[in-house]
């Protein structure tokens, strides 16, 4: 059974076409992925789908309602969490989770019993009476998130969720989402992070200018890139400035710097490849370490289908959790 | 759906009462303003104080609503979390009749101290069955007006500021600071265009009689309350189109 339809999906701002009459679905059960970098129109779909912007043109279905009569009712079953940890900092965590069951209607008798049930599964238990203002960012992303699953929803849409959060806390809240994936709820994430789009998703679309330039399974998307050689060098010093003259000798190739002395080649000829990273590690005395043969990463799919390169999206919201 | 509505405009309206009521522009424009105002009057004419009542307690709704509006809103709006109030599943006029009823609830504190000091302390005799509806409708009209100037922008001092201004005329242009007969006659028909106006009408025909029906005051109350209530609920409509 299918959570969410969408066929044709459009958002104009003035002349900016944000979403560009985008189609798919999403199975019941799934963990479906946005990925794109920013202005890709992921956070507006989101938007579109929970209500919150009214699309230009185009339909979509969520959970069988029909976003332009049956929002209201699709929202008593969806579970929302933005991009922001935005609940209210003067209150407790126990009083944002009882404000948001009074807010979606559960019934008053359980809504103790089920802030109590969130606060334990988050980790938060001792915590309950603190104002959610004295929280750290990963307990408020945790806290944030429980509060978007206080009504029970059958799905659950999660705008960049370990974003500005530090390396341990996104892999908790990884876990986290794993374990709410497990319990059978589909979620609907949008992700910069292409490898927290891999280690969660069952399927991705990766969103360029509004446009849905790609949609499968990680395996799958990778597989399309796997046509393609993947060579890695590590050089002995920084390529940091001269890593756009490789690019020039290598026309038929990608070249992408990873760090300051490591550099991703895509496609071309293996051994013309070779035999130019070679002349231009002798030539620049660079002091080559390390060649490398890899596997396509789901990195290597996202510069094969949408030409970017994969630093801009690690780049672009400042975050470190990768 | 009404049910769902009406829990949500209460739950609203009671977490902006625990959340937002001691955030300092509320307690500076809400609270010390109408208190220094009373203070000021009472010191230029401490024998004519009764005769100001009125006009105090116009000054104390029409303050004490707006910037609670102006506080409740443009918090939400700067820190996203009044999005998080329309995924909920209700209508956005719903949200929007939350936060006017905090603002509501916030100005008939402030009001309901004022007027029973000044009631108790000069001992008045207003004919409460005058005053209550009237109180209560403006406290309703100014917040909507505070909901109207609020959700046009995102941070509160812009919402304040910009507030000032249908504030402060309608204070010089209503009757307490000077008297309207005595104006030009391009401002006594100013006058008669804004609402405080007719709040202290209403409020001096409560206090001391007059020749002005409180009913007529109430009922031109009612429209200027959805005069501002819909464009309000319109532009938060909007606001998130």
Known sequence: MRSIEVR?????????????????????????????????????????????SRPTAGTAKVLGYDLSSGIVEAKRRIGVVPDSSNLYEELTARENLLFMAGLYGVPKADREDRAEELLRAFGLSGRGDDRFGTFSRG???????????????????LDEPTVGLDVVAARSLRSLISDLHDRGLTIVLTTHYLEEADHLCDRIAILVRGRVVGIDTPEGLKRSADEEPVIEVTFGRSAFDLWPRLSERLPGSGVFLLEGSRVRITGGDPSRVLEEVFEFSRGHNLGLRAIN??????EDAFVRITGLSPTVMAKEKGGKGV | MIQDDLRCIWLIAAKDMRTYYLKPPAI???IVFPLAWTLAFFLRSPGDFEDLVPGLIAMTILFSTTAAEAVVINFELRI?????????????????????????LFGLLMTSVVTLSTVVGLRLRPDLAALIPVVLISLLVYSSMGALFSVGFKEVFEAQTFLNLPRFLMVFLCGVVYPISAMPEGLQLLSRVLPLTYTVEGLRTAFFSGSSSPQTASLVLVGFLLIFIYPAAKILQKRFE
Request: charged share 20%.
């Open chain 1, 139 to 157: 307990m408020k992303r945790a806290l944030t998130i429980a509060a978007a699953l206080i009504h029970d929803p059958h799905l659950l849409f």
């Open chain 1, 293 to 298: 043969s890899l596997t396509p990463s789901l």
């Open chain 1, 8 to 52: 044709g999906l459009t958002k104009r701002f003035g002349d900016l076409v944000a979403v560009d009459g985008i189609s798919f679905d999403v199975e019941e059960g799934e963990v479906f992925g946005l990925l794109g970098p920013n202005g890709s129109g992921k956070t507006t779909t989101i938007r579109m789908l929970v209500g919150l």
């Open chain 2, 28 to 30: 500076s424009w809400g």
């Open chain 2, 80 to 104: 996203g979390s009044l999005e998080r109030l329309l995924l909920a599943p209700v209508r956005t006029d719903a949200v929007l009749l939350g936060k006017v009823l905090g603002g509501f």
